[in-house]
């Protein structure tokens, strides 16, 4: 039994240090592609406990990769985009108005706004001014040094050296903040590798 619990507590511990919050119930939705569920699910998580940013992260996330991947892999109606878009818009909201110095934060919702700006109109902005907020966030997250948004920097300059190097640094700790058994955190895994 204490073996058991040690085991329990070392796999708590491994998973705090992951941006994406991560449990059996969003595993079973992602597995059966539903989306839509778990991004409620963390939704409703979040509400309840707004100071867990891994959780209000992959809440964002998981809206937009779904979204993304609408039309291309997933076959989403109406509504779920639009409940999925809603999700999106007040995690940015949120986001805007209390998380503007986290840098986890600011690089994820900046390369989500360049990659995807579309998805971000609701939020009363124009799309180019997404694109180029995205930018900003991302050259924020990078100035204060986080091994992400520095990457990303690297490559919206051209900076092949500097990308080079990059690189070799998320590659070492790239596992610290993403598990590879679950389908977001392998979409950035592949992104940032």
Not at 62 to 78: E, F, H, I, M, N
Request: hydrophobic share 35%.
């Amino acid at each position: 039994m204490l073996c058991l619990t040690a085991l329990v507590e070392s796999a708590d511990k491994t998973m705090e240090n992951k941006l994406f919050y991560s449990d059996k119930k969003t595993l079973d939705s992602e597995s059966n592609e539903d989306w839509l569920g778990s991004a409620e699910y963390c939704f409703d998580k979040w509400k309840s406990q707004t100071e867990n940013i891994s959780v209000f992260l992959k809440t964002a996330v998981t809206a937009w990769y779904a979204l993304t991947l609408d039309g291309v892999d997933l076959s989403l109606t109406k509504s779920e985009c639009e409940r999925l878009g809603l999700i999106l818009c007040d995690t940015y909201s949120y986001f805007t108005a209390n998380l503007t110095n986290d840098v986890n934060c600011q690089w994820l919702f900046g390369y989500m706004m360049t990659v995807r700006p579309d998805l971000f109109l609701d939020s009363g902005e124009k799309y180019s001014r997404l694109e180029c907020e995205g930018e900003r966030l991302i050259e924020q997250a990078s100035e204060s040094g986080n091994v992400f948004a520095r990457l990303l920097s690297a490559v919206n300059h051209g900076r092949k050296k500097e990308i080079k190097k990059c690189r070799e640094a998320v590659r070492v700790c790239i596992f610290d903040f993403f598990d590879p058994t679950r389908e977001v955190d392998s979409y950035f895994i592949e992104v940032l590798t």
